[in-house]
């Protein structure tokens, strides 16, 4: 099927994981010592909807988040399908920069309608997290984005972002139930957790099972050895 282009940009605060999350997407790869974009970059990648009979190439635009560059930032997203708003859980700072200055910047400068999404990246640090997943959702919903936790370090929830806003462009009243996804999800972690727990127990249980065998092996062959040293003292008495 022939892929339809759909320019999608992300935006957010330098440090934030952008760049890193669009290598993950693309590469199925992380680097940790990335450098922070000092321009903008764009990559593609294709995706077919086999459900829907179509597919999407998202031409992806990582822009630079320096504060000194926001003002540039509209050059890039005024024409797109689709727009990333990604902050960093364990930074407060860059999710204010998304309800205080991003929210206006593109309510005011993106042309038609785009499909939203609110990321909150580095998921994989939640020990540290410092923005109430709440909030969040509550700033997503008042933007009618999606809302999505990501780990561009483990690869959580990078292609299920990237899924539901083609889904979305395709089908505009298609609504993603991230509490249904998130519940899914857990109901399948604790169902692999429980599987790897059984499988741990048979493997304890036939190494203690065999261990058993080799000593009690080794205890009738000591026995037997003590009954032909006793048999033969006694025929020769």
């Known amino acids: ?23 993950q997407f ?15 970059q764009f990559i593609s990648k294709t995706i077919e909807y ?5 597919a999407i190439k998202f031409d992806i635009w990582d822009t630079v988040g320096q504060e000194r560059f926001r ?17 960093d859980i364990t930074s407060q700072k860059s999710f204010d920069a998304l309800n205080n200055f991003w929210y206006d910047e593109i309510k005011n400068n993106s042309a038609g309608n785009p499909v939203y999404a609110v990321v909150g990246n580095k998921n994989d640090l939640y020990q540290n997290q410092q923005v109430d997943i709440n909030e969040a959702k509550d700033f997503a919903k008042k933007l009618g984005a999606i809302f999505q936790l990501t780990s ?35 109901y399948n972690k604790k169902k692999e957790e429980e599987r790897n727990t059984k499988i741990r127990i048979k493997l304890n ?29 006694g025929g020769c008495c």
């Open 1 to 23: 099927m022939e892929p339809e282009s759909a320019k999608v940009v992300l935006l957010g605060e330098a440090g934030v994981g952008k760049t890193c999350i669009i290598k």
């Open 26 to 40: 693309v590469e199925n790869k992380f680097e940790q010592n990335i450098l922070s974009s000092l321009s903008a």
């Open 50 to 54: 086999q459900d829907f009979g179509r």
């Open 71 to 87: 003002s540039m930032a509209k050059i890039f997203y005024k024409d797109a399908k689709a727009i990333i708003l990604v902050y």
């Open 152 to 186: 561009a370090k483990n690869g959580e929830g990078i292609a299920a972002i990237f899924d539901n806003i083609g889904k979305k462009i395709i089908k505009p009243s298609f609504q993603y139930d991230e509490e249904e996804k998130l519940a899914k999800d857990n």
């Open 205 to 233: 249980n036939n190494n203690n099972g065999n261990n058993n065998n080799s000593t009690e092996n080794k205890d009738n062959n000591n026995t037997n050895k003590k009954n032909g040293k006793n048999g033969k003292k």
